[in-house]
């Protein structure tokens, strides 16, 4: 993770917080763990899901991007067992450098979260419509009453000004995936919105009887927010009028992007963590921030 870190997963585990966090070296992605007592100070405990060589999937880039955990927004995200194991869900690019080429998601399993089992792909952008062909993004897996929930964000297949989306597909079994015919159910906004380029990196949660679907825009002048979308249920959705996480003013460490949001709640406090991202590219400095809904004096 010497170049940068990215997309945070935070979880309580045996009575500690965890995040599972994506890690670049120049080479490709590969996916981190650290821990903390207090979601402020965090301990790297490396790297626990790393790129394979043998494999045609896996051998530039594997990043995980959520473990199912209990749902409710209310929650410290506590992690549960599915057949026994922890399942997580990542996606991986075919080539070297940063997000080169189409990338696929696919599930990995684990007793002890730091050894994984990476099974085949379960989604190929080709497989899927114009808006989702030019490749897979940060899958986000949620079980609810024995249906499994794959929210995923897309791109379309150009080179340069992509649009990216958020779908779902659907499984009973974990083997056979049913894109949603509704899909995109999270879409770019008109011009001028917030996310009139992206509407991306989905968190969904669940609020009582709603769906919360936390998720980043990107506007037509390249700032990108986190933001909200809220439904009755987890195939239709209505965007909530209102930025979560703004970028912050010129110089501090979210100036350029504040997006890529994970969520936990703690003693009835929201911590909602995301990459901040300061700067211009090819040199931009990108970390992991955290926000609360309590003040912190």
Same mark, same amino acid.
């Given at each position: 993770?010497?170049?940068?870190?990215?997309?945070?997963?935070?979880?309580?585990?045996?009575?500690?917080?965890?995040?599972?966090?994506?890690?670049?070296?120049?080479?490709?992605?590969?996916?981190?763990? #650290?821990?903390?007592? /207090?979601?402020?100070?965090?301990?790297?405990?490396?790297?626990?899901?790393?790129?394979?060589?043998s494999s045609p999937i896996t051998r530039y880039n594997v990043s995980m991007s959520w473990i199912v955990r209990e749902n409710d927004i209310h929650s410290a995200g506590k992690l549960k067992r599915i057949h026994g194991k922890y399942l997580g869900v990542y996606h991986a690019y075919p080539n070297a450098g940063y997000e080169e080429g189409a990338a696929v998601i696919g599930l990995c399993w684990s007793q002890d979260l730091r050894h994984w089992r990476v099974d085949a792909p379960i989604l190929h952008a080709e497989d899927g419509a114009a808006w989702e062909r030019g490749g897979l993004y940060k899958p986000c897996l949620v079980e609810d009453k024995g249906t499994f929930y794959l929210f995923y964000n897309a791109k379309t297949a150009v080179k340069r000004g992509w649009r990216e989306q958020t779908g779902l597909a659907t499984s009973k079994d974990l083997k056979t995936w049913t894109r949603h015919p509704a899909s995109p159910l999270i879409v770019n906004g008109g011009?001028?919105?917030?996310?009139?380029?992206?509407?991306?990196?989905?968190?969904?949660?669940?609020?009582?009887?709603?769906?919360?679907?936390?998720?980043?825009?990107?506007?037509?002048?390249?700032?990108?927010? /986190?933001?909200?979308?809220?439904?009755?249920?987890?195939?239709?959705?209505?965007?909530?009028?209102?930025?979560?996480?703004?970028?912050?003013?010129?110089?501090?460490?979210?100036?350029?992007? #504040?997006?890529k949001p994970s969520m936990i709640t703690?003693?009835?406090?929201?911590?909602?963590?995301?990459? #901040?991202?300061?700067?211009?590219?090819?040199?931009?400095?990108?970390?992991? #921030?955290v926000a609360r809904s309590k003040s912190w004096d």
């Amino acid at each position: 993770d010497g170049h940068s870190v990215d997309c945070p997963f935070v979880f309580m585990h045996d009575g500690r917080f965890h995040m599972a966090y994506t890690g670049f070296d120049g080479t490709g992605y590969q996916t981190g763990l #650290a821990t903390s007592t /207090d979601l402020v100070n965090w301990q790297r405990e490396g790297c626990i899901l790393a790129r394979d060589p043998s494999s045609p999937i896996t051998r530039y880039n594997v990043s995980m991007s959520w473990i199912v955990r209990e749902n409710d927004i209310h929650s410290a995200g506590k992690l549960k067992r599915i057949h026994g194991k922890y399942l997580g869900v990542y996606h991986a690019y075919p080539n070297a450098g940063y997000e080169e080429g189409a990338a696929v998601i696919g599930l990995c399993w684990s007793q002890d979260l730091r050894h994984w089992r990476v099974d085949a792909p379960i989604l190929h952008a080709e497989d899927g419509a114009a808006w989702e062909r030019g490749g897979l993004y940060k899958p986000c897996l949620v079980e609810d009453k024995g249906t499994f929930y794959l929210f995923y964000n897309a791109k379309t297949a150009v080179k340069r000004g992509w649009r990216e989306q958020t779908g779902l597909a659907t499984s009973k079994d974990l083997k056979t995936w049913t894109r949603h015919p509704a899909s995109p159910l999270i879409v770019n906004g008109g011009p001028g919105a917030w996310d009139e380029h992206f509407a991306s990196d989905p968190c969904v949660l669940r609020d009582g009887r709603r769906w919360l679907a936390f998720y980043f825009g990107l506007d037509a002048k390249g700032v990108a927010r /986190d933001l909200l979308a809220v439904g009755h249920s987890p195939f239709k959705f209505e965007k909530a009028n209102r930025i979560l996480i703004d970028v912050g003013a010129p110089g501090s460490i979210d100036s350029t992007y #504040a997006h890529k949001p994970s969520m936990i709640t703690v003693n009835g406090t929201l911590y909602h963590f995301y990459c #901040a991202v300061s700067g211009k590219w090819p040199n931009q400095v990108r970390g992991i #921030a955290v926000a609360r809904s309590k003040s912190w004096d």
